[in-house]
């Protein structure tokens, strides 16, 4: 639907604190929410979580992962909300806007964020030009979401628009993909790649900061490049690099059955390359990509897929993911990450295609309560 577009150079971006917005310090905190393990690590370098499975572990991971302390959530709560209906041009989408709205009321009434503690982008604010979703406003508040985090803060990042995937131009992705995010000027100014949402939102957080971000767009699952995807039975995914190759071949395999001899061979030349570099690459964006920090990212589909409108009780449009969490939520507040993700994907199931998605920034139990 959309045409790659520039990337987003780091070094171009004015990140000066005049440029964000002040934020204050939160009121008593709420009680402490039910307890929270961080699982372990065994002798052998194993994760010991429950239901998960063990995997084997890098020597320099298992010291990170036996640092790691969660975040209660009671500390400082800032939230970023961005909603993109795209007006006036051929991308227009309907529901991203009433998402914003949806999920602002949802996160004060459920989670005790405060308004004054978030900074909402949306493109039907046309009379401030610093609250409009531009490339350049969208990279300066997520600098801001993160900045001088602390132990037990707890930052909340919500994005629905356009996602797309572009075939990368560096051979660090497995797949040979990057996925993006399409703010309003995207078509002049640039989207805005999974690795440098990474960089300026994941890699910095401290041991013990808490981010909850929710992608709601197309080809999300990777959209923060966490390396660390779950089941939805609280596994790890893809732990090794054979996964993709399989993949890969099979769609080899149809393109080739369609006679599409070209395709096939890209395909396969592609899967061949995976199965000699693809452990190194995955390991690599464990160690790079990775955080101390407590990063939980709820996608609402897979790379491949699309993700759709709905409408509401109210008959409002509004994105079916964003809908379908908030409603499981509403019904059901006390929920693991595991149950959440399973409710969310039963609530869609009968009318979209497509399949929302779990990661997080390093090892994590998924079985325990959400929170934020």
């Known amino acids: 639907m959309m045409m790659p577009m520039a990337k987003i150079q780091l070094e171009d971006i004015d990140f000066s604190e005049a440029n964000f917005p002040q934020w204050h310090q939160q009121p ?12 372990g690590i065994s002798s052998q370098g194993q994760l010991t979580h429950g239901s998960i499975p063990t995997y084997s572990i890098p020597q320099e991971m298992q010291q990170q992962a036996s640092k790691v302390e969660l975040s209660n959530c009671r500390g400082r709560k800032r939230a970023l909300l961005i ?4 007006f006036g041009s051929k991308h227009l989408l309907k529901g991203c806007i009433n998402d914003v709205h949806n999920m602002k009321r949802f996160i004060t009434e459920h989670f005790g964020f405060r308004e004054a503690d978030m900074v909402i982008l949306t493109d039907d604010q046309h009379t401030n030009p610093r609250r409009m979703p531009t490339r350049d406003n969208i990279l300066k508040a997520m ?14 990042f919500h994005y629905s628009g356009h996602g797309v995937t572009n075939e990368s ?9 990057d996925e993006a995010i399409c703010p309003v000027d995207f078509e002049t100014k640039g989207q805005i790649v999974d690795d440098v949402m990474n960089k300026i939102m994941v890699r910095p957080l401290p041991r013990g900061a808490r981010l909850t971000a929710i992608f709601d767009c197309c080809h999300s699952a990777t959209a923060l490049d966490l390396p660390f995807q779950y089941s939805h039975q609280g596994k790890l995914k893809n ?3 054979l996964s993709y190759v399989g993949k890969t071949l099979l769609e080899a395999k149809d393109k080739y059955f369609q006679g599409n001899l070209a395709g096939a061979l890209k395909g ?16 690599k964006a464990r160690r790079t990509k990775s955080t101390m920090g ?4 709820f996608s609402g589909c897979k790379d491949g897929q699309t993700s759709a409108d709905t409408k509401s009780e109210d008959l409002s449009f509004t994105g079916a993911m964003s809908y379908a969490l908030i409603s499981s939520m509403n019904a059901r507040p006390h929920q693991t990450y595991v149950q959440l993700l399973q409710d969310v994907r039963r609530r869609l ?10 990661s997080a920034g390093r090892l994590m139990d998924m079985n325990t309560i959400f929170i934020m």
Not at 83 to 86: D, Q, R, T, W
Not at 169 to 177: A, L, P
Not at 294 to 297: G, T
Not at 349 to 358: D, F, I
């Open 28 to 39: 008593t905190p709420p009680p402490l929410p039910p307890a929270q393990t961080g699982g």
């Open 83 to 86: 909603g993109i209906n795209y």
């Open 143 to 156: 600098k801001w979401l993160v900045s001088d985090a602390r132990m037990n803060d707890s930052f909340f």
């Open 169 to 177: 131009d560096n051979s660090e992705e497995i797949d040979g993909r």
């Open 239 to 241: 732990e090794r690099a």
């Open 268 to 283: 396969l030349v592609k899967s061949m390359d995976m199965a000699v570099t693809g452990d190194e690459k995955l390991d």
């Open 294 to 297: 407590d990063v939980i990212m």
């Open 349 to 358: 199931a009968p009318k979209y295609e497509q399949v929302p998605q779990l």
